[in-house]
């Protein structure tokens, strides 16, 4: 069964620091991964997917995510933060042979300036 | 483009009450979808389909009805509304061809109560 899991449910970081958001998946087949960002009272909003090639994939506003097969995860990392950045985080995998896209729980980034 | 719009945005219903949450976009997806968002438990999906005419179930489907007889229209039924429907329902679309490489296109969302 595929499944995601986010171990954090709160990040808190300073503003100009290095931030990172953790996943982990489990999937059969080949994983599709991608992040979401959820801003207050709106919709998720795409901001980068892992479907085939480079391990470091980069994405919106300045975030990237490194796909590590061998510890099945996509962590979202960004070199220095914003407090703009503040908001909701989703993890999401789909696989090659399926229809469905499953979520994770999401982690709350809050960037102290 | 307005992309993925929904309707209403906030929605107060009793217990045992039926209503259509609409779901449309302008993007010529053929893929659309339908989650609720409960906290703690990230999005789970309720329906999906993969074109006009085709539907299937999603992990929480119990409650609720779909139809697509457009591109363009996907919209969620529920047949009677209980409180454990309360949550915010979300509606996204994407392309279709090699599906699950595409990322969803979500619209605002609508927030539902039953009491």
């Known amino acids: 069964a595929q499944s995601v899991a986010q171990p954090e449910d709160q990040v808190n970081v300073a503003e100009g620091n290095p931030l990172t958001v953790k996943c982990t998946y489990s999937v059969s087949g080949n994983p599709y991964l991608f992040w979401y960002v959820q801003y207050p009272n709106r919709g998720l909003q795409f901001l980068l997917k892992?479907?085939?090639?480079?391990?470091l994939v980069k994405g919106s506003y300045g975030f990237e995510a490194e796909f590590n097969k061998s510890q099945t995860s996509f962590h979202l990392k960004k070199p220095s933060a914003l407090v703009s950045d503040s908001a909701l985080y989703f993890c999401a995998v789909s696989s090659s042979t399926g229809n469905q896209f499953y979520f994770g729980t999401g982690t709350s980034l809050t960037v102290i300036p | 483009n307005a992309g993925v719009t929904q309707t209403p945005k906030f929605q107060v219903l009793k217990t045992g009450q039926s209503m259509t949450l609409q779901c449309a976009q302008d993007?010529?997806?053929?893929?659309m979808s339908w989650y609720r968002q409960d906290p703690g438990m990230g999005l789970r999906l309720i329906h999906y389909s993969v074109g006009a005419g085709i539907t299937d179930q999603g992990e929480v489907p119990n409650g609720y009805n779909v139809s697509r007889s457009t591109t363009e229209d996907f919209p969620l039924r529920l047949l009677s509304a209980a409180p454990s429907q309360t949550s915010v329902y979300f509606c996204?679309?994407?392309?279709?061809?090699?599906?699950?490489?595409?990322?969803?296109?979500f619209g605002p969302g609508t927030r539902l109560t039953v009491t």
């Open positions: 892992y479907i085939t090639g480079d391990n």
């Open positions: 993007m010529n997806h053929e893929y």
């Open positions: 996204a679309s994407s392309y279709t061809l090699d599906r699950a490489s595409y990322e969803q296109y």
